[in-house]
């Protein structure tokens, strides 16, 4: 596609259910990243992707958080046991390949509301 | 760790009034240093970068130049528009570390006409 895509744009659930989230990268890009942005938090850094290597799990604020990434294209990040300060806005990004000197290009978003 | 810090918003201006965002940073060796804009309902987008000491990014009328001496990345525009009004972020990618981007809290600008 011509950019990051990210489905649902929005989605509100009751606390204690499991979420999915999708990202679908710029094709041909190796590098996926996953951040969340919520109020007073800024933007974090949750997981990192590049190729077939092992990911980059340093942000992933809890065991409850995993993602994963098929086929070295499509991102699915779960959210398992939703809590209340789970709510936020998760970003996917992608880009060419890691490195300050390549942009990571980032998508609209999922605004997740956990009631 | 490494960190940036930026003014805190939010900032109001008139169009065509002059615009700098501070941007500090932290980090160890010599990182990539970036401004992503976030428009209302959209995601980021890249707004500048510049990858060495004294590189100056522009983009749209935007300006910032990489000062190693005071740790800075200052964002300034000589004359804004409405179309303007939007979320910037400062952000820095530290060669050799992770890949993540460390960003800023982001300031939110409004200008009126």
């Known amino acids: 596609g011509a950019g990051v895509s990210q489905s649902p744009s929005n989605k509100v659930t009751e606390k204690g259910k499991d979420v999915e989230l999708r990202c679908d990268p710029i094709?041909?890009?190796?590098?996926l990243y996953w951040y969340r942005q919520s109020l007073g938090q800024g933007l974090e850094f949750l997981i990192y992707?590049?190729?077939?290597?092992?990911?980059?799990k340093s942000g992933l604020p809890s065991d409850r958080f995993s993602a994963e990434r098929t086929g070295g294209s499509v991102s699915t990040l779960t959210i398992q046991r939703t809590q209340q300060e789970d709510s936020a806005v998760y970003l996917c990004?992608?880009?060419?390949?890691?490195?300050?000197?390549?942009?990571?290009?980032f998508g609209a978003g999922t605004r997740l509301s956990v009631l | 760790g490494d960190s940036v810090t930026q003014m805190e918003g939010p900032v109001t201006l008139s169009e065509e009034a002059f615009l700098t965002i501070n941007c500090t940073y932290t980090?160890?060796?010599?990182?990539?240093l970036f401004w992503y804009v976030q428009y209302p309902g959209e995601g980021l987008q890249l707004l500048l970068k510049?990858?060495?000491?004294?590189d100056k990014g522009s983009n749209k009328g935007f300006e910032a130049t990489y000062r190693k001496e005071t740790t800075s990345f200052h964002l300034e525009k000589g004359s804004v528009q409405v179309s303007d009004s939007a979320v910037y972020f400062c952000?820095?990618?530290?060669?050799?570390?992770?890949?993540?981007?460390?960003f800023g809290k982001g300031t939110k600008l409004t200008v009126n006409p």
């Open positions: 990004a992608s880009s060419l390949a890691p490195g300050g000197g390549n942009i990571q290009y």
């Open positions: 094709s041909g890009h190796t590098a």
């Open positions: 992707f590049q190729g077939n290597s092992a990911p980059d």
């Open positions: 980090a160890t060796g010599y990182p990539s």
């Open positions: 510049a990858t060495k000491a004294d």
């Open positions: 952000a820095l990618h530290r060669q050799g570390g992770s890949e993540k981007l460390v």
